[in-house]
């Protein structure tokens, strides 16, 4: 099992391992996966944008969406995996502590993500994205099965 922490991403060929991800409230989670390549990654992103914070995107890229997930995608292509194969699927988005909706973070990191996924032909297979609660994201790389796990419940994604 390989974790991948708040603003973290982690790709990975090994058909043993699967990835995880923890605790995504406002934050998104972005697995993908190429069944012939028999490739995995996953971000754990928290910003929509890195404009606010350049030195920490340089530092830190998997902390905002416009860094993060051109990062996930690079790192996918080293290990043999091709956009057009690729399957992505997204949780996370939430509205966990800003009740009147004055920042709107979950809808704004979904919303960057949308746009920087359209701009490049990429398309969203499935997600679980919005209301108030938090979830933890698996993606198992022999097969792509991908899961959430929310009020002690699990789902296939």
């Excluded at 973070?105 to 032909?121: D, F, H, M, T, V």
Aim: proline share 4%.
């Amino acid at each position: 099992m390989v974790v991948v922490d708040i603003a973290d991403v982690a790709v990975c060929k090994d058909p043993d391992a699967a990835l995880i991800t923890y605790s995504l409230g406002s934050c998104i989670g972005v697995a993908i996966h190429d069944p012939v390549a028999k490739v995995a990654g996953l971000l754990h992103y928290m910003l929509p944008e890195s404009s606010i914070a350049p030195e920490k995107a340089k530092a830190s890229p998997a902390m905002f969406a416009d860094t993060g997930l051109p990062k996930l995608f690079r790192s996918a292509y080293e290990l043999g995996a091709v956009k057009g194969r690729l399957v992505v699927k997204v949780a996370g988005g939430s509205q966990l502590l800003d009740d009147n909706g004055t920042f709107n973070i979950g809808k704004r990191n979904y919303l960057a993500l949308r746009k920087i996924l359209w701009k490049n032909g990429v398309m969203i297979k499935a997600e679980d994205v919005g209301g108030a609660i938090s979830r933890t994201l698996r993606v198992d790389v022999a097969t792509g099965n991908t899961t959430i796990r929310s009020r002690n419940q699990e789902t296939p994604l």
